[in-house]
C-alpha cells in the first residue's frame, strides 16, 4: 500500500475506501467549500489515463487551482486516483513483467471504481447523487458508471471527451503497464500547438508540475530515464474506441452532459463532439462547448479559466424549468441500483 500522499491543502481530507482488484484500496481527497453551508453541490473529478487528481483538479497554478474555484462557488469537490494511480494501490501485476498480460485498469473496472467512489460520497453527504468532471480516457468509464448507475449521477462535464471513431485498422495491443517519463509528458502537452503558434503551456509552470509528477511514484528515480508506471488500460480503451470499440454505450446516459473541447484537441475534433452529441440522445440537457487556442490538455494551459467558468456554469444548473430541477434532487436514498 503507498503512503497517503501530502495535504494540497490544510482543509483537505483524505480517504481509503475498499475497491479496486484483490482486496486493493481506492485514495480520494476531499476540499469543502471555502464558506461552508448546506449546498447539495458536490462534484468529484475523474482523471485520464496518464496522472491523478493532484496533478490536475487539485494542482495550484501560481497558487490556484480548479478545485479553489469550485470551492469559492460553494462546490464539494472530490478527486478520485484510480487503482495504480496517485495514492490508490497498484495493480499486484505491476510488479511482475508488463510484457505478454493483458492491460491493466479498463473501463468496466474504472466504472466499478467509481460507483465505489460515488456511493461512498453520497453516504458521507447524505446525498442521493453526484455531478461528476471528467476528462479524457476518464469521459469512458464515467459513461460507462453513467450508464449502469444514472441515479447516482446529477450532471456530468466531458472535457476532450474520447469517442467512437469509424474502424480503419486493428487496434494496437498495449502491455499490462507502461513508463511515462518527463519528456514524454511535455512531448505529448505539447504536440497540439499548431506550427507558428504561440506555446499555451508555460514552459516555468510544466517544470513544477513535473517534479510533482515523478513523486506519484516512489520508485521513479530508480529507472533511466526517471518514469512513472502507469496502468495501460486506458490506452487500450482508447486505441478500441479509435477503432470502432467504445466502451460505453452514450445512449444510455440519462443525465445533462457537456462536452468541452479545445480548438486543437486532435482526440475531441469537431467530428467527434458531433458524434458523441448526437449519441447522447437520453440526455436531457446537451452543450457543446469549444475553446479557442486549447487542447486535450486544456486545464494545464493558459486558457484554463474558461474551462473553470464552463464547467462551473453547467454544474450549477438552471437551465431546466424548476420542477425538473427539483425532481434532480430528491431525498436520499438508501441506495441507488446499479446495472451489470
Given at each position: 500500500?503507498?503512503?497517503?500522499?501530502?495535504?494540497?491543502d490544510?482543509?483537505?481530507?483524505?480517504?481509503?475506501?475498499?475497491?479496486?482488484?484483490?482486496?486493493?484500496?481506492?485514495?480520494?481527497?476531499y476540499?469543502?467549500?471555502?464558506?461552508?453551508k448546506?449546498?447539495?453541490k458536490?462534484?468529484?473529478?475523474?482523471?485520464?489515463?496518464?496522472?491523478?487528481?493532484?496533478?490536475s483538479?487539485a494542482?495550484?497554478?501560481?497558487?490556484?487551482?480548479?478545485r479553489d474555484?469550485?470551492?469559492?462557488?460553494?462546490?464539494?469537490?472530490?478527486?478520485l486516483?484510480?487503482?495504480?494511480?496517485?495514492g490508490?494501490?497498484?495493480y499486484?501485476?505491476?510488479?511482475?513483467?508488463?510484457?505478454?498480460?493483458?492491460?491493466?485498469?479498463?473501463?468496466?473496472?474504472?466504472?466499478?471504481?467509481?460507483?465505489?467512489?460515488?456511493?461512498?460520497?453520497?453516504?458521507?453527504?447524505?446525498?442521493?447523487?453526484?455531478?461528476?468532471?471528467a476528462?479524457?480516457?476518464?469521459?469512458?468509464a464515467?459513461?460507462?458508471?453513467?450508464?449502469?448507475?444514472?441515479?447516482?449521477?446529477?450532471?456530468?462535464?466531458?472535457?476532450?471527451?474520447?469517442?467512437?471513431?469509424?474502424?480503419?485498422?486493428?487496434?494496437?495491443?498495449?502491455?499490462?503497464?507502461?513508463?511515462v517519463?518527463?519528456?514524454?509528458?511535455?512531448?505529448?502537452f505539447?504536440?497540439?500547438?499548431?506550427?507558428?503558434?504561440?506555446?499555451?503551456?508555460s514552459?516555468?509552470?510544466?517544470?513544477?508540475?513535473?517534479?510533482?509528477?515523478?513523486?506519484t511514484?516512489?520508485?521513479?528515480?530508480?529507472?533511466?530515464?526517471?518514469?512513472?508506471?502507469?496502468?495501460?488500460?486506458p490506452?487500450q480503451?482508447?486505441?478500441?474506441a479509435?477503432?470502432?470499440?467504445?466502451?460505453y454505450?452514450?445512449?444510455?446516459?440519462?443525465?445533462p452532459?457537456?462536452?468541452?473541447?479545445g480548438?486543437?484537441?486532435?482526440l475531441?475534433t469537431?467530428?467527434?463532439?458531433?458524434?458523441l452529441?448526437?449519441?447522447?440522445?437520453?440526455?436531457?440537457v446537451?452543450?457543446?462547448?469549444?475553446?479557442g487556442?486549447?487542447?486535450?490538455l486544456?486545464?494545464?494551459?493558459?486558457?484554463?479559466?474558461?474551462?473553470?467558468?464552463?464547467a462551473q456554469?453547467?454544474?450549477?444548473?438552471g437551465?431546466?424549468?424548476?420542477?425538473?430541477?427539483?425532481?434532480?434532487?430528491?431525498?436520499?436514498?438508501?441506495?441507488?441500483?446499479?446495472?451489470?
Amino acid at each position: 500500500m503507498p503512503p497517503l500522499p501530502a495535504k494540497l491543502d490544510p482543509k483537505e481530507e483524505h480517504f481509503r475506501i475498499p475497491g479496486g482488484a484483490a482486496g486493493s484500496m481506492l485514495f480520494l481527497r476531499y476540499l469543502p467549500p471555502a464558506a461552508h453551508k448546506n449546498t447539495p453541490k458536490i462534484v468529484l473529478y475523474v482523471h485520464g489515463g496518464s496522472f491523478p487528481s493532484a496533478l490536475s483538479i487539485a494542482h495550484r497554478f501560481d497558487g490556484r487551482s480548479w478545485r479553489d474555484t469550485l470551492n469559492d462557488a460553494g462546490f464539494h469537490v472530490w478527486g478520485l486516483d484510480f487503482q495504480g494511480f496517485g495514492g490508490s494501490d497498484p495493480y499486484p501485476e505491476m510488479a511482475g513483467p508488463a510484457e505478454g498480460r493483458a492491460a491493466l485498469g479498463r473501463a468496466q473496472s474504472a466504472s466499478e471504481q467509481i460507483e465505489l467512489a460515488a456511493r461512498f460520497i453520497c453516504s458521507h453527504h447524505g446525498a442521493s447523487n453526484i455531478s461528476i468532471i471528467a476528462h479524457s480516457w476518464g469521459t469512458i468509464a464515467a459513461g460507462r458508471f453513467a450508464g449502469r448507475c444514472p441515479d447516482l449521477v446529477d450532471r456530468l462535464v466531458f472535457f476532450g471527451p474520447v469517442t467512437w471513431r469509424q474502424k480503419k485498422k486493428e487496434a494496437e495491443i498495449f502491455p499490462a503497464w507502461r513508463l511515462v517519463s518527463v519528456k514524454d509528458q511535455w512531448d505529448r502537452f505539447t504536440a497540439e500547438v499548431p506550427p507558428g503558434e504561440p506555446a499555451v503551456l508555460s514552459g516555468r509552470h510544466f517544470e513544477e508540475w513535473a517534479s510533482l509528477y515523478m513523486e506519484t511514484d516512489p520508485a521513479s528515480q530508480t529507472r533511466t530515464p526517471p518514469s512513472v508506471k502507469t496502468p495501460s488500460g486506458p490506452w487500450q480503451d482508447i486505441a478500441a474506441a479509435n477503432a470502432g470499440d467504445l466502451a460505453y454505450d452514450p445512449g444510455l446516459v440519462r443525465a445533462p452532459v457537456a462536452i468541452i473541447r479545445g480548438e486543437w484537441d486532435s482526440l475531441a475534433t469537431d467530428a467527434d463532439a458531433r458524434w458523441l452529441f448526437d449519441a447522447l440522445k437520453s440526455s436531457p440537457v446537451k452543450r457543446d462547448v469549444k475553446i479557442g487556442r486549447a487542447t486535450h490538455l486544456m486545464h494545464l494551459e493558459e486558457n484554463r479559466y474558461a474551462l473553470y467558468r464552463e464547467a462551473q456554469s453547467f454544474l450549477e444548473g438552471g437551465d431546466r424549468p424548476p420542477v425538473l430541477e427539483a425532481a434532480a434532487h430528491p431525498q436520499a436514498q438508501e441506495q441507488a441500483l446499479c446495472s451489470l
